[in-house]
Structures are given as structure tokens and as C-alpha cells.
């Protein structure tokens, strides 16, 4: 026997958000268990406190709360990395994202060629998303990829709709220049 | 122009579907267990966490003050480091008190501009 939702419409919106709240979250601290954990808080933050909120709510109120989540973890890893910085004195540049995302994608999933440029385009694209600065991989996702308007995106970055149109122009000027002619 | 920047951006949205259709039964099955989880939670009481950041943030600031008075030598750095902790413990609680103003506020101004 199957256990049923108490709130189907709710199930039906976490499930119809999931996978992409969890890639915002991994492209933006890139670690796993962080990202799923961040995922799960801000799903029990909406449930909690907003499940009786009317649906067309749901949306715009889940991504700014995983975005502040997102923002929170980002705020203490980087202060966890100036204080160790401070005491080894050296910073790592592993942690800086210096890597080239095109070159770091020739050893994509092995396929037809197709497939291969496509997997290629898709591990190239994440890896010059998670270069980006936080804003600018923020208004990248929510207003392209999740398709909120800049009302709405300004809602979820806690900025201005000017910042939005800001962050967003340089994030895919960025990406055009990144990317170039090798993608996709 | 303009057609090459809509171009671009779609590639990118593909590219970005495209990640997700490829996600691993591991990732799809751990997501599906938060998604459980999250909706369980809907009907426990949540008592105690509502004082968490309040007492996180009386904490914080007690220690900072602390701080502050006891270490008169590199005072700035002190201060700089404590305060960088209120607002770090601070960001639940702002969230607890401004998110849902916040968002009737931006509800208000989507219906003046519909």
C-alpha cells in the first residue's frame, strides 16, 4: 500500500523543483552533501511556513529561500577561508575556480559524437557557471534557466531589478566569452 | 544582434535542461527522500527552533561585547571579526521577520504593474 501526500499540490511543486534547486546549489558551493542539505532546508522552510500559501506563491518564495540559504553557506565558507588563509597564510588556489571549463570537459562522458558534444557542452557550461561571481549565477539561473521575471528574481536575490538586469548582462557576457566558439 | 543573444540563451537553457536529464538514480532517490522528509515536517511544532536564532544572536552579541572590552590590543580586527558573526547568525532570524513582509510588498507592486 502507498503512502499518500498529505498536500499532493505541494509534492507536485517539490518535485517539480528539485533537480534544479539542487544544481543552483551545487554550481554555487559546489559540495554535494552541502548542496543537498541546503535543498532540504529550504523545502522545509517553504512547507513550514508557506504551505498554505496559494501555489502560484510556492515558486518565487522556495528560490529565495534557497538562495538566502546559498548566500548564508557562501558568506561562511568565505569567511572559514579567510581566517584559514590568515592562519596558513596562503590561500588555495584550488578554491579559487581558476580552471578552464572547456579544456576540463574533453573527458566528458564517452558516447557517439553527438552525445559526446552534447555531454561536453552541458559539463563545460557547469563549470563556467560555477566561475561566476554568486549574484551573477543567481540571476543567470532564476531569470534564464527557471524563467522568474526580474520582479520576481529581484524577490529571490533581495536586490533591485536594476542589479538584476545588472548581474544578468554581465553573467551572460561572461558566458559568451568563457564559452566562445567551442561551445556547444 | 539581438538574435544571436537569444540564440545564445537558449543554448545555455538546453545545455542546462540537458544536465538535469542526465542526473544519477543516487541524486533523483536522495532528492525524493528530502522531498519526503520536507512534507513530514509540515505538521511537527517547531517550538524550539524559533528561539534558536534569537538565542544565537544574544550569543553573538555577548560575545563580540566580550571580545571587544577584553582585547584592547588589535581592537579592530576584534570588532570587525564579532560583528561579521552577528550578521552571519543575524540572517535566519532576518529572514524569519522580513521574508513575508517582504514578499506581500513585492506582491503589492506585481498587481500595480499588472
Known sequence: MTK???????????ASVEKKAYRMAQ?????????????????????????QKEPQQWRPLFYRILHNRIQDHYRRA???????????????????????PVNNAADATPGGSEQLKSSRAVVALDEAISQLPLRQQQAVMLRLWEGLNVAETAHAMRCSHGSVKTHYSRAISKLRETLGEHWP | ???NEDQF?????????QGNAAMDGETLSHLRRARHQALAAQHRPAYANRWIPATAMAGAAALAVGLWLHQPVQKNQVL??????????AAQEDIDFYEELDFYLWLESQQQQG
Open chain 1, 78 to 100: 568565505k569567511t572559514r577561508q579567510m581566517v584559514f588563509g590568515w592562519f596558513s597564510g596562503q590561500q588555495d588556489d584550488d578554491e579559487t575556480g581558476l580552471l578552464d
Open chain 2, 9 to 17: 540563451e537558449q543554448q545555455l537553457k538546453q545545455a542546462l535542461d
Open chain 1, 4 to 14: 499518500r501526500d498529505p498536500n499532493p499540490a505541494l509534492s507536485d511543486f517539490l
Open chain 1, 27 to 51: 554550481l554555487a558551493i559546489n559540495d554535494r552533501e552541502e548542496a543537498f542539505d541546503i535543498v532540504q532546508d529550504a523545502m522545509v522552510s517553504l512547507v513550514k511556513r508557506y504551505g
Open chain 2, 1 to 3: 544582434m539581438r538574435d
Open chain 2, 80 to 89: 570587525v571579526a564579532g560583528l561579521e558573526d552577528i550578521d552571519l547568525l
